[in-house]
């Protein structure tokens, strides 16, 4: 039997759940230690907290009183060094989500209206990209806010900003609460083996935040039975002693912990992990590989993908 043409796919998925194992990189996002511990006030034009108006916990931010009375700005400021994950962020690898709670309170037609912004920065603190909520509204109640984007290379810092601005009156009556900060990588490594679909191919379907169903999708593969090993741990090794028509070029890239049969449709394969929320899984690293074989044609495939 002739032998066909094999190569192995590599790819790997790789998951920060936070820096020095938090899930959010945020201090005191919640505003639950009853001050502003973590923030700073850029414009020196006041702000706190309360327990009036709360989403989560005690209590939440809030200018408050401050400032002369008629139109007056509130800002709260805390900025995140990404200097540690620069070799992911300067790789294009590092995506970031933003997500939290605010309010706007209304009064006879005068709005004390609360935004948030994210601002992704380089060294220089040149503004890469950035994200607005605008001004919360419906007035007079929270209102939730997710924002997800992959982070441009050069970022070095992510600043997170509560913006308050008032019409009239003496207090800013906009509030904030639970605002998280995440980040994770994901990436494919390596060289792919070609079968007779071609070189597989793995494509991220849904993202590895801690609390959310992560998913892979394999492409490119040749009607065999499929597998998908994962594992804490990579590895290098030939698969070609083992037989199966592997060729000399095919590793394991993990070592496997589990492994699970995928179904096929038209070549493509899924497959998903519901992930705990548990803030002691930050920064743990979870390779995945596909390895595709048929009996009929000796096809083997391989892909792998990481959690980091
Ligand atoms: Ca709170
Ligand atoms: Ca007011």
Redesign the pocket.
């Known amino acids: 039997m002739a032998a066909h043409p094999l190569l192995v796919f590599t790819a790997t998925a790789l998951f920060l759940g936070g820096l020095s194992a938090q899930s959010n990189l945020l201090h005191n996002g919640d505003a639950e230690t009853g001050d502003l511990t973590g923030w700073t006030d850029p414009l020196g034009q006041g702000f706190g907290v309360n327990s009036t108006y709360v989403h989560g916990g005690g209590f939440s931010f809030h200018p408050g009183i401050s400032g002369p009375a008629g139109v007056w700005s509130n800002e709260l400021r805390q900025d995140v060094d990404l200097t540690p994950l620069a070799a992911a962020v300067d790789s294009g690898t590092l995506a970031v989500r933003f997500r939290g709670c605010g309010r706007t309170?209304e009064?006879m037609g005068?709005v004390?209206a609360g935004a948030v912004a994210l601002e992704l920065r380089d060294a220089a603190g040149v503004v890469l990209d950035a994200f607005g909520s605008g001004t919360f509204a419906p007035y007079n109640a929270w209102q939730t806010f997710t924002d997800e984007r992959g982070v441009p290379a050069g970022t070095r810092t992510l600043r997170v900003r509560l913006l308050g601005t008032?019409q009239?009156?003496a207090?800013?009556?906009c509030f904030f609460d639970d605002l998280e900060l995440s980040v994770y990588e994901w990436q494919t490594l390596g060289s792919g083996c070609a079968g007779p679909a071609g070189v597989p191919a793995l494509a991220l379907a849904s993202p590895p935040w801690l609390g959310a169903t992560y998913g892979l999708q394999a492409h490119n593969l040749a009607g065999g039975a499929a597998f998908l090993a994962s594992g804490f741990a990579p590895q290098s090794l030939p698969l070609m002693p083992f037989g199966q028509g592997f060729g000399a070029g095919c590793t394991l890239g993990v070592v496997p912990a589990v492994v699970q049969f995928l179904p096929q449709n038209a070549g493509t394969a899924s497959w998903s992990l519901g992930l705990p929320a548990d803030p002691g899984l930050a920064g743990l690293e979870l390779h995945s590989q596909i390895v595709e074989l048929s009996a009929a044609s000796a096809v083997s495939a391989v892909a792998r993908a990481g959690l980091h």
């Open positions: 309170n009064n005068w004390d008032r009239i009156g207090s800013t009556d």
